[in-house]
C-alpha cells in the first residue's frame, strides 16, 4: 500500500505571509497532483508534475516534485484569504497497472487571515 | 457545464438499512471511481471502474457494492448501513490509462450520516 503523508494538517497565518506545504512517501509515483477543496464541494485539480525536479507555477503558487518522484512540495507566495482551503496531493501509482487510480494525503487546512 | 453530477447531497439512514448513492459525468470519461472522505483521513478509493463493464475494489471495499451502468454512470450502493459508514462520498472521473492518470474531477459530494 502505498502512503503520502501530508504536512502541516493545520496552517493559519497571516494574509500576505509565505507558506510550505510538503507530502512525502517512501513510494515511488508516476506523477503526483494537488487539488484544492473549499467547504462543500469537490476537490479540483490545480496541478500535475510528471518528471522528477519538475518545477511548475501557477500565478503565486509554486510545486516542485522530488528527483527521485517520491516527494512534492507546494509553496504560496504572498497568501491571500481566498486562498483558504484544503490542500491535498495525491500520487499515481508507478507501473502500468494504475489505471488512474489516486492515494492521497490526509490534507492540509489552511486559514489565511485578512 | 455539469462535469460529475452526484444525487442525493445528503442523507440521513438508520443502521440497516440500503441506499444507492449516484453518479453520472458527462466528458465522456473512462474510468470512474467512488471515495470517502473523513476528517485526518484524506480520500480512501472505495471501488473504481477503469472502463465500462469493468469494476475493481480500492482501499475500502467492505460494505459497498457497485455498478458501471453505462459509460456515464456508476452507482454505489449500500446494502445494509452501519454508523462506520457514515462520512462524505465522492464519485470521479478521468480520463485515464493503464499508465497515467490525467486528473479527477469530482463531483460536489453527498453526506451520508448512519444512525
Known amino acids: 500500500t502505498q502512503l503520502l503523508e501530508q504536512s502541516p494538517q493545520f496552517l493559519s497565518i497571516q494574509e500576505g505571509e509565505n507558506l510550505t506545504v510538503y507530502c512525502n512517501s517512501s513510494s515511488v509515483f508516476s506523477s503526483l497532483q494537488w487539488y484544492r477543496q473549499e467547504p462543500g464541494e469537490g476537490p479540483v485539480l490545480l496541478v500535475t508534475?510528471?518528471?522528477?525536479?519538475e518545477v511548475k507555477k501557477l500565478k503565486r503558487l509554486t510545486f516542485q516534485f522530488g528527483d527521485a518522484r517520491k516527494d512534492s512540495s507546494l509553496h504560496i507566495t504572498a497568501a491571500q484569504p481566498g486562498d483558504t482551503g484544503l490542500y491535498l496531493c495525491?500520487?499515481?501509482?508507478?507501473?502500468?497497472?494504475?489505471?488512474?487510480?489516486?492515494?492521497f494525503g490526509q490534507g492540509t487546512i489552511l486559514t489565511v487571515h485578512p | 457545464n455539469a462535469g460529475v453530477t452526484q444525487t442525493p447531497k445528503f442523507q440521513v439512514l438508520k443502521t440497516g438499512q440500503s441506499m444507492t448513492l449516484q453518479c453520472a459525468q458527462d466528458?465522456?470519461?473512462?474510468?470512474m471511481y467512488w471515495y470517502r472522505q473523513d476528517p485526518g483521513m484524506g480520500l480512501r478509493l472505495i471501488y473504481y471502474?477503469?472502463?465500462?463493464?469493468?469494476?475493481d475494489k480500492g482501499e475500502v471495499p467492505n460494505g459497498y457494492n457497485v455498478s458501471r451502468l453505462n459509460k456515464r454512470e456508476f452507482s454505489l450502493r449500500l446494502e445494509s448501513a452501519a454508523p462506520s459508514q457514515t462520512s462524505v462520498y465522492f464519485c470521479?472521473?478521468?480520463?485515464?490509462?493503464?499508465?497515467?492518470?490525467?486528473?479527477?474531477?469530482f463531483g460536489s459530494g453527498t453526506r451520508l450520516t448512519v444512525v
Open positions: 508534475v510528471v518528471t522528477g525536479g
Open positions: 471502474s477503469a472502463s465500462e463493464g469493468t469494476t
Open positions: 466528458m465522456n470519461h473512462n474510468s
Open positions: 470521479a472521473s478521468s480520463e485515464a490509462s493503464a499508465a497515467f492518470n490525467y486528473g479527477y474531477t
Open positions: 495525491a500520487g499515481a501509482g508507478a507501473g502500468g497497472t494504475s489505471y488512474g487510480k489516486l492515494t
